[in-house]
């Protein structure tokens, strides 16, 4: 008898230890604290379905939006926005709030820190070549003595340098490069040399 009784509080045990029910990240609700709660995994769509009655109830893994959305749950959208500022990122702040039946992720505009790119300068000349506007380039660096003298003594250059940012500043104004290729040319650039401040 006692074999029994210990056995029956084992499984009773058991039973007591369920595993937790599955959710599914892509449905839930806004709670107060603006987290969200998700919805389960496995969700009951009553006895009539589709206009069908059945005797039972019907369960279904794969559920609809609409679906969902008659039993409460709402679409959650975590898209991060784009980033139309160059130097900034979006960040999620964790933060869940609905708007027009669905549950986004709240972010916010970060200013990314000063990058100090190291540019080779053979690599600046193949980018420019092939771009078509080294001439352009050249004609630029050897007006100014000393703009020349700092090519020429340089291993690399410095992105941040004020030279370096009023050439790549000029393309642009002068209408020889787009922004966009001026950011490609300076991100082919980029050497490998560690360069020890």
Not at 122 to 145: G, H, N, P, T, Y
Request: proline content about 6%; overall charge negative; glycine content about 4%.
């Amino acid at each position: 008898m006692k074999k029994l009784i210990l056995v029956f509080s084992l499984f009773a045990g058991l039973a007591l230890a369920a595993p937790p029910a599955r959710v599914t990240p892509n449905f839930g609700r806004v709670s107060p604290s603006n987290t969200v709660e998700y919805a389960p995994a496995v969700i009951s769509l009553g006895n009539i379905v589709d206009g069908r009655a059945y005797p039972h109830a019907v369960w279904t893994a794969h559920g609809t939006t609409n679906q969902y959305a008659a039993l409460g749950w709402l679409p959650v959208d975590r898209t991060p926005p784009i980033v139309w500022l160059r130097g900034y990122e979006a960040v999620s702040t964790d933060r869940y709030f609905e708007t027009n039946g669905v549950i986004r992720l709240e972010y916010v505009m970060r200013a990314l820190p000063p990058r100090n790119l190291q540019l080779s300068k053979m690599k600046l000349k193949k980018a420019f070549k092939s771009l078509r506007v080294w001439d352009q380039v050249w004609e630029f660096i050897s007006a100014d003595e000393d703009v020349l003298a700092d090519w020429n003594d340089s291993v690399v250059l410095d992105e941040q340098d004020v030279m370096v940012q009023a050439a790549f500043r000029s393309l642009q104004d002068y209408g020889v490069l787009t922004a966009e290729q001026v950011e490609a040319v300076i991100t082919n650039s980029v050497t490998e040399i560690e360069v020890r401040q």
